[in-house]
């Protein structure tokens, strides 16, 4: 596909990584042109200095020819504009982050009276994902398929652990359970196991399962299955709003520290129900006057990567149950995989994963679409799920006669609202969804998964 990203800041430049690898043609545009210049060279895209909402600056980047253009400067109202000039000079499809809550309830409106294939919230998405961990607090790390019906759930086995020198196939007799591991990093290997795996102390697992189901496992290995019941959020952001409204539905108390007073007293405005200290979240002394070591979870939001790491690493010798950390830099992976940390949240990362997911279901030809992505294991595992529209080479037949490729895995299929956890016996039929995970990037279409 041809593809214009308009701002060139940790999104766009997170998008240009994402999509330069998947054999798209990417072109850059921001008034930058050190930034343009240091994007274009790095991921090998073509770059244009310029105003993106500018229709001779889009002319430049190619608008006519181009297929998708995402708009993802530190504006919202000109990412809209960029994609509404998009839409008349060039008919191409258009995406536009937009951050502001007020907007939030508009975006329906917003999307399809200008046009616009998808309006996108970095916070908000990244939001959502830590209100997961939250509720399922032993989790590193939690993905949903088929509409909320189906988990993929990132676990680490402790010293002690009933899992350690289990092999995979004796999991549902011993525990039963009925889970499936599709994933496992043992140190920097990642394996995409059979049956006759063995698993460690150490291990760090990926399994697919039901919602029930998962829960089950979890308490049958002596994790925590309950949400908290308490969370103080440090930095009060945009993330920090969402996450605040998320929780408010639920018994989970909220405390949130802002060292900023005018900060202080709109948050104080937006969540009544929330408390909100004005100090520095950053100092120990503030921390321990709040009383850090009461408290079931810690979710480290400042604007500061370095920041969150070291108030995380602080928070998870006090805290009952949970440390989430935000993490804005990209870079930083090779250093957070030596940390001891709970759970990592990227939002730029989960941002390029949707657009990532929307450009993988238009390339779709054959009969099935890509209807969730994620880039699971530090980018090394993809875990995708397939709508699948119309008989081909997949269906109806069992899963042990196709010729699948080797690390492929067909982790779960969703059928009338039943979740099936695949045995060489089942079957893909016309209509249900499929989760496949594989080492493999690129895939579009489920036929993908089959031998050439």
Same mark, same amino acid.
């Given at each position: 596909?041809?593809?214009?990203?308009?701002?060139?800041?940790?999104?766009?430049?997170?998008?240009?990584?994402?999509?330069?690898?998947?054999?798209?043609?990417?072109?850059?545009?921001?008034?930058?042109?050190?930034?343009?210049?240091?994007?274009?060279?790095?991921?090998?895209?073509?770059?244009?200095?310029?105003?993106?909402?500018?229709?001779?600056?889009?002319?430049?980047?190619?608008?006519?020819?181009?297929?998708?253009?995402?708009?993802?400067?530190?504006?919202?109202?000109?990412?809209?504009?960029?994609?509404?000039?998009?839409?008349?000079?060039?008919?191409?499809?258009?995406?536009?982050?937009?951050?502001?809550?007020?907007?939030?309830?508009?975006?329906?409106?917003?999307?399809?009276?200008?046009?616009?294939?998808?309006?996108?919230?970095?916070?908000?998405?990244?939001?959502?994902?830590?209100?997961?961990?939250?509720?399922?607090?032993?989790?590193?790390?939690?993905? +949903?398929?088929?509409?909320?019906?189906?988990?993929?759930?990132?676990?680490?086995?402790?010293?002690?652990?009933?899992?350690?020198?289990?092999?995979?196939?004796?999991?549902?007799?011993?525990?039963?359970?009925?889970?499936?591991?599709?994933?496992?990093?043992?140190?920097?290997?990642? +394996?995409?196991?059979?049956?006759?795996?063995?698993?460690?102390?150490?291990?760090?697992?990926?399994?697919?399962?039901?919602?029930?189901?998962?829960?089950?496992?979890?308490?049958?290995?002596?994790?925590?299955?309950?949400?908290?019941?308490?969370?103080?959020?440090?930095?009060?952001?945009?993330?920090?709003?969402?996450?605040?409204?998320?929780?408010?539905?639920?018994?989970?108390?909220?405390?949130?520290?802002?060292?900023?007073?005018?900060?202080?007293?709109?948050?104080?405005?937006?969540?009544?129900?929330?408390?909100?200290?004005?100090?520095?979240?950053?100092?120990?002394?503030?921390?321990?006057?709040?009383?850090?070591?009461?408290?079931?979870?810690?979710?480290?939001?400042?604007?500061?990567?370095?920041?969150?790491?070291?108030?995380?690493?602080?928070?998870?010798?006090?805290?009952?149950?949970?440390?989430? +950390?935000?993490?804005?830099?990209?870079?930083?992976?090779?250093?957070?995989?030596?940390?001891?940390?709970?759970?990592?949240?990227?939002?730029?990362?989960?941002?390029?994963?949707?657009?990532?997911?929307? @450009?993988?279901?238009?390339?779709?030809?054959?009969?099935?679409? @890509?209807?969730?992505?994620?880039?699971?294991?530090?980018?090394?595992?993809?875990?995708?799920?397939?709508?699948?529209?119309?008989?081909?080479?997949?269906?109806?037949? +069992?899963?042990?006669?196709?010729?699948?490729?080797?690390? @492929?895995?067909?982790?779960?299929?969703?059928?009338?609202?039943?979740?099936?956890?695949?045995?060489?016996?089942?079957?893909?039929?016309?209509?249900?969804?499929?989760? @496949?995970?594989?080492?493999?990037?690129?895939?579009?279409?489920?036929?993908?998964?089959?031998?050439?």
């Amino acid at each position: 596909m041809q593809i214009i990203i308009v701002g060139c800041g940790k999104v766009g430049t997170a998008l240009a990584s994402r999509l330069s690898v998947e054999d798209h043609n990417i072109t850059v545009v921001d008034t930058d042109a050190g930034v343009v210049q240091m994007v274009a060279n790095t991921y090998d895209v073509q770059g244009v200095i310029g105003n993106g909402a500018s229709y001779s600056i889009l002319a430049e980047a190619g608008i006519e020819a181009t297929d998708l253009l995402i708009a993802v400067t530190e504006s919202d109202e000109m990412n809209l504009l960029c994609c509404v000039i998009a839409k008349k000079a060039g008919k191409c499809q258009t995406i536009a982050r937009v951050r502001d809550p007020i907007y939030m309830h508009e975006r329906n409106f917003i999307k399809d009276e200008l046009g616009l294939s998808m309006i996108i919230n970095p916070e908000f998405t990244a939001a959502r994902e830590i209100s997961r961990l939250l509720y399922f607090p032993s989790a590193i790390e939690i993905d +949903t398929f088929a509409k909320g019906r189906v988990e993929m759930l990132r676990l680490r086995i402790g010293k002690g652990c009933v899992l350690h020198g289990i092999a995979l196939k004796d999991i549902p007799s011993t525990l039963g359970c009925d889970v499936l591991i599709c994933a496992v990093e043992r140190g920097s290997d990642v +394996t995409i196991p059979s049956g006759d795996f063995i698993l460690q102390e150490g291990d760090t697992l990926s399994m697919a399962a039901s919602h029930k189901n998962a829960a089950d496992f979890f308490k049958k290995i002596g994790l925590n299955t309950h949400q908290v019941k308490n969370t103080m959020i440090i930095g009060g952001g945009q993330i920090a709003v969402y996450l605040a409204k998320l929780l408010q539905p639920t018994s989970i108390k909220v405390k949130i520290i802002e060292k900023d007073e005018k900060r202080c007293e709109a948050l104080c405005d937006l969540l009544p129900k929330a408390v909100v200290i004005c100090a520095d979240g950053t100092d120990e002394e503030v921390l321990r006057e709040e009383r850090i070591d009461q408290m079931d979870s810690v979710v480290t939001l400042t604007g500061i990567d370095e920041e969150n790491i070291i108030l995380s690493l602080f928070a998870k010798t006090k805290v009952k149950v949970k440390s989430i +950390t935000k993490i804005n830099r990209l870079q930083l992976n090779d250093v957070l995989r030596s940390l001891d940390l709970d759970s990592v949240v990227y939002p730029k990362h989960l941002t390029a994963e949707i657009i990532l997911q929307y @450009v993988r279901a238009t390339q779709n030809s054959i009969g099935s679409n @890509v209807e969730t992505l994620y880039k699971l294991v530090n980018d090394n595992v993809e875990a995708l799920e397939f709508h699948i529209q119309k008989d081909s080479r997949v269906t109806d037949t +069992t899963l042990q006669e196709l010729k699948i490729r080797k690390d @492929v895995l067909v982790a779960c299929i969703s059928r009338n609202g039943q979740v099936i956890i695949p045995g060489g016996q089942d079957r893909i039929l016309p209509g249900d969804s499929v989760v @496949v995970v594989t080492t493999h990037s690129g895939l579009t279409d489920v036929e993908d998964i089959l031998c050439p």
